[in-house]
Structure formats: C-alpha cells, structure tokens
C-alpha cells in the first residue's frame, strides 16, 4: 500500500478496521505476522501483510474459524468445498436452534407475563414440550392448566407430531380459550395462518385444532383444500354446526369411501335441522348414476361399493324422498346393494321394493 512503504500496528487498525487489540492476536496465533519491527520493537505491516489481513476478514464473515482460516492461507492445495459444506451445515443447526430460541421467546410473550416469577413457570413448562420424550410432552400438555396462553399452545400444537400428545394441546388450547371466546370465533393467528400452509401436516394440524375449538367459520375455505384428510376434518366440523356450506364435501367423503359413515351421520343431521332431506336425497341419487370411482381397474367392484355407501347414507335422511331412493336400489343388480337397501326399508317401515 502506499508505494511499499511500512504501518505501525495502530495505522493498520484504522483503515482495516480491525482493533489493535485483534491484530496483536492474529501476531500470537501466527496468522497475520508483520514483517518487521522496529529497534523499539514495534510491529511493521507492509502490503503482503495487509493483503493477508483482507483474507483473513473475508474469511471470517463467512463464519470460518481462525484454526481453518490458517489452513486455507498456508495449504494453497486446500479443497475448499468440503469447508464450505461443513460451514453450510454449522450454520443450518444454528439457524435451528435460533428459530427454536425465537419460537419459545415468542411463547413466553404469548403468556402476557406480569413480572419475572410468572415467566419462570413458563418456561419450565415450554421446555417440557420441547422435550424428545413424548410421554413427557403429554403430561405437561395435560399439566399446563391455563399457564401456557393460547398462541403459545397452538405453536406447540402445529409443531408437534405424536397423536395422542397432540390430542392433549387441542384439549389444552380449548380450556385456555374459554367458552366465551370459542362461541366469538376468537382463534390463535398461527391457526388462521397455518390452514394455509405449504405443509399439508401442518394444514392437517391446524383443522384439528380449530375444528376442536369449534371455529368453524375459519374451516369453510378448507373445504376445497387439496389434502382430503383436510377437507373431511372440515365438512364434518362445518357440517356438525349446521352450515349447509359443508354438503358437497359431505357427498364427496360418501362417495369417496372417506370417514363415510360419519359424513352421511352429519347430512342426516343436516337434513333433520335445518335443509330439505329431499334436496340431499336428490344430490345423491344423483351420485348413483355417476359415482366416480378411481379405481379403474377394479371399477365394477367400486361402482357396488359406492352404492352402497349411498344407501348408508340415505338410511339417515327422515321423509319419503329417501325412501323411494331406496326401493329403486333394493331392485338394483348388485345382489349386495339390493339386500341392504331391501334391510334399510324393513328398518325404516317403509316396505319392500
């Protein structure tokens, strides 16, 4: 630098920005060594010592420690790929355990804490979620009792994996919730925002969650979602509230062979509360004559399935329409669609075909 000519430590520092403190340091560790020093023993830099100095920094803003940093200035056949991948993969872990950090410090801001003691109670409780063991994360989903704040509880819900300890957050987050606040439709932001999730397990989760709080007004988008599991969890929240909105996926599950026995339990509740049996009746002899089966190469066979289904489910409907449904079924070819609807009309009083 400067036509070759030679920098005491302090001017070094000021225009490379690195303390004087650190560069004396580098000098011990034998990574940047100035080439000379004076009479009066002060250290002397000239322009391959700064250059090296560049190189060092560069180095570490990548995150590389010093011990490599010296294998990569003094090996010059040093592959750097494999560094880069193991610098790559120390900075994945600790992006994760930052965005565990950030996740748990958000649960505790959820808990509105009022001073330093209710905060530690907290945390006790958040780290026993976060533990590995699930039996243990049950006992303190079971355990928290009102201490953990909804947001926090619907955090852990979407992140967790296990059934039954899931089971014990959905069952937490509605005690926290409160009757009052379930009745407004009053849900955690993460549930809102995780019905939409690129992660159908999350979106999954998040159903679960809201349809066990009773929110169902939340659930009418995920009707059309994708992901059946999805949309069968929310036609039966929806459909068990009363709003017609959740028939055509009701239908749908029917045909489908999905939680059917359930879907035609709540079209019969439907029809028996609030809309005409006949209008659910018509939709699915509708169905009869085009059911849709996937299974292309066993279609006859699911064709027969189908219709059974649909006589299942025309057993729950009250009123006439249905049973004259079934008496065109009880003559159908099928032997073993004939038999059940002949049974369902002996049940239901209404004759034979």
Known sequence: MQGGRLMRIGEVARLSGVS??????YDRLGLVVPSSRTSAGYREYDDGDVRRLFHVESLRTLGMALSDITRVLDEPSFAPTELVDELIEATRQRLAREQRLLDRLRRVRASEPAAWPDVFPVIALLRGLDSDDASRRHRVALESGGRIGPDALAEALLAETDPNVAG??????EWALGPALRRSGGVP????EALTASDVDIRRRAAEAVAAVGATDRLVPALDDPDRAVRAVSALAVGESGDARAVPALLAMVVEGDRDVEA???LGALARRRLPAERICTELVALLDTPGVPQEQAREQGQEAVRVRIVHALAELPGEAPDTALRRLARDPARRVAVTATAVLRVRGAGGP
């Open 168 to 173: 014990a957050l959905r069952w937490a987050l």
């Open 189 to 192: 932001a993460a549930l809102d």
């Open 20 to 25: 004087v403190r650190m560069l004396r340091h």
């Open 264 to 266: 035609a339990d709540v």
